[in-house]
């Protein structure tokens, strides 16, 4: 299903869908002690409905790994905590449009879903992230027709994902998150996880999993990029940096909490913000 979704987005573009064959030249890749070691296979780790409470401890752990990331980001959450988009775009990785506050972009008329897309990308700039092409990931990887008419004459194109654990349930576990991605693992994969869901509380397991995912890769030979315009991987460093990484300094909006059980609840600040609102 998911990778039908890619294939029709590629069609749509009248482009060659090159998912497993994107290798680029060689490259080597350090893990602290470790030695350089060629890298010719390489995949992509994305991140999906941030900036939440976890980015912090995201962006600690892919600077101590060495790896780009790319973050499709809420603008509603960009909005509350805007020193994260520029520091990420400084740091190395590439921060995207993944709509104002996460709806089902079928479900809504032409108006919303411009307005969704819109002022998502407005925030997104003024918060120094330069988004070198439009590419967005739309929410649930729901579009149809209408959705990609809009998406297209807003000038965007858009892509899914090849791998998702259930990450954004709090019962799911940091072993059952490695294990479902570390099994798909090929080359041009594009993985997608979420620290902190919009509308859950889970991320915990996620930072758990995170260096687990990285260090497997790098066992088995891989390496990590970013995506391009086409949504492919493609070869990317993270620069060395001591700047601070920002915190949460606002409180982070979620939409109601479906996924939310128990006493599980996000980590302060946080603030349950009404969906018709910002729509
Ligand atoms: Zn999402």
Redesign the pocket.
């Known amino acids: 299903m998911q990778r039908i979704v890619r294939a029709l987005a590629a069609a749509t573009l009248g482009l060659p869908l090159a998912l497993s064959a994107v290798t680029g030249s060689a490259e080597t890749t350090t893990t602290g002690s470790e030695q350089p070691r060629p890298c010719h296979q390489r995949m992509a780790l994305t991140f999906?409905?941030g900036p939440s409470h976890y980015r912090t401890q995201t962006l600690r752990t892919l600077r101590r790994e060495h790896v780009p990331a790319t973050f499709?980001d809420t603008g509603m959450r960009v909005a509350a905590n805007p020193q994260f988009a520029g520091f990420e775009a400084r740091e190395g990785h590439l921060v995207l449009n993944?709509t104002w506050s996460?709806p089902r972009l079928s479900a809504l008329t032409p108006v919303q879903v411009r307005s969704q897309v819109r002022r998502s990308q407005r925030v997104l700039r003024q918060a120094g992230a330069p988004m070198p092409f439009k590419l967005l990931?739309p929410?649930?990887g729901d579009v149809n027709e209408a959705v990609s008419t809009e998406l297209t004459r807003l000038g965007y194109r858009y892509v899914t994902w090849d791998v998702v654990a259930v990450d954004w349930d709090v019962t799911t576990t940091s072993a059952e998150i490695r294990n479902t991605i570390v099994k798909e693992f090929r080359p041009g994969l594009v993985i997608l996880m979420?620290d902190g869901?919009?509308d859950s509380a889970a991320g915990t397991a996620v930072q758990t999993a995170l260096p687990q995912i990285i260090r497997r890769a790098r066992q088995q030979g891989y390496c990590f990029g970013l995506l391009n315009q086409l949504g492919q991987v493609v070869p990317a460093k993270l620069p060395a940096s001591r700047a601070a990484i920002p915190r949460v300094i606002n409180p982070v909006p979620y939409l109601p909490l479906e996924s939310y059980s128990g006493t599980q609840r996000p980590p302060e600040p946080y603030v349950i913000v009404d969906p018709k609102e910002e729509l």
């Open positions: 999906d409905d499709f993944h996460h990931r929410p649930f979420h869901p919009v």
